[in-house]
């Protein structure tokens, strides 16, 4: 069979070789290509299934159309929805993306940024695990790199979070303000900047308003979450009113072991949770939430990186780092 290529695809046609590469790149607009050859060779290329020499075209551009995204735990639900709004910003724009799960383990993410760079991608986007940022720094130096969902406090990089301070001082407040004194807080990962800021969140709301407030747990999983609360409401001589879940998959824990010792959100206790998810209106009571603005922050961190690539390719100036914090909403449903 022969195999198709940029000449057949022009002896086929009528067209030279360099007119059919510039239609197949999307650059015939650039070069004022006429709308009948564009025509023309795309339903060609599209009748013989062309598919370009990704290989031979990232050798001669200097660039892979590839972007490393590494999240720490694509099976949370936050993250696939996190991924999923970055991999489509970076389709719209041409370009594939190479996806690697650290699983909250600094070793798989020295291996993982270690790939992204094998692999020759052009830019990173990165939820680090890392408690330095030494190594994202040293890899920024090289390439395009910004810092989603996560950061640093004292970095050079760019970066775009929630804030995640006010998320959890607004929940915790509207707990308060509900009636509720005495309040369980349920954190993921205690390195990480999203946990410590809630718990600084959470502690600053009860200590402002001469409330109690307990913090527990080491995991963004369901299974810390059902440890914790199981734990928690077990006891006899236990005062919690309510629970604070930072994160919807500590919620789905927490209800479950709540369920198996027949308490009910909002008739028993207060509950609220941070992360939005359209399955939380689904629970029975709908639950009370905090919302993060991925759209938002995926769309900045796409257009950050991109700023940053095109600035060294053309050997211009670098645009000052971007460190953004972006702020949450409350989605106020039953369960408090």
């Known amino acids: ?16 070789v360099s007119t059919v590469s510039r239609v197949l790149s999307g650059k015939a607009q650039k070069y004022r290509i006429s709308q009948a050859a564009v ?15 990704l290989v031979a075209q990232s050798l001669r551009t200097q660039k892979s159309q590839t ?42 993410e020295l291996n993982a940024l270690q790939m992204f760079q094998s692999r020759s991608v052009d830019g990173i986007i990165c939820v680090p695990v890392s408690s330095s940022p030494e190594l994202h720094e040293k890899i920024g130096r090289r390439i395009p790199f910004v810092l989603l969902d996560r950061y640093f406090k004292e970095t050079t990089l760019s970066y775009i979070c929630t804030d995640n301070f006010t998320g959890a001082r ?8 509900k009636g509720y004194r005495n309040i369980l807080a349920i954190q993921g990962v205690p390195a990480s900047m999203p946990s410590q800021e809630r718990v600084r969140g959470f502690l600053s709301a009860v200590n402002s308003a001469g409330a ?10 369901v299974e810390n979450g059902f440890r914790e609360a199981k734990k928690a409401f077990s006891r006899p001589q236990h005062s919690y009113d309510a629970v ?8 789905l824990g927490t209800i479950q072991a709540l369920r198996s010792l027949q308490l009910k959100p909002a008739r028993d206790l207060g509950v609220i949770s941070f992360d939005n ?3 939380l209106d689904f629970l029975d009571p709908a639950i009370t939430r905090v919302e993060q603005p991925l759209r938002e922050a995926g769309s900045k961190a796409v257009e950050t990186l ?8 053309h050997s211009l100036p670098e645009p000052a780092p971007r460190q953004l914090l972006i702020q949450p909403t409350l989605v106020v449903r039953d369960s408090c």
């Open 170 to 177: 607004m929940a915790t407040e509207y707990l308060l303000q």
């Open 277 to 279: 998810n359209g399955f």
């Open 212 to 221: 109690r407030g307990t913090v527990v747990g080491d995991a963004f999983s």
């Open 67 to 108: 972007i490393g995204l590494l999240v720490p735990g694509i099976e949370n639900p936050f993250f696939a929805t996190l991924s999923a709004i970055v991999i489509e910003l970076l389709g719209a724009r041409g370009y594939h993306t190479l996806v690697a799960d650290s699983g909250e383990s600094e070793q798989e």
């Open 39 to 53: 025509e023309r060779i795309t339903q060609e290329a599209n009748q013989c299934d062309y598919r370009p020499n």
């Open 244 to 251: 604070f879940a930072f994160s919807s998959t500590i919620l």
């Open 306 to 313: 991109f700023d940053i690539m095109d600035a060294r390719r």
């Open 1 to 16: 069979m022969e195999k198709n290529t940029l000449l057949t695809i022009s002896e086929r046609t009528g067209y030279s």
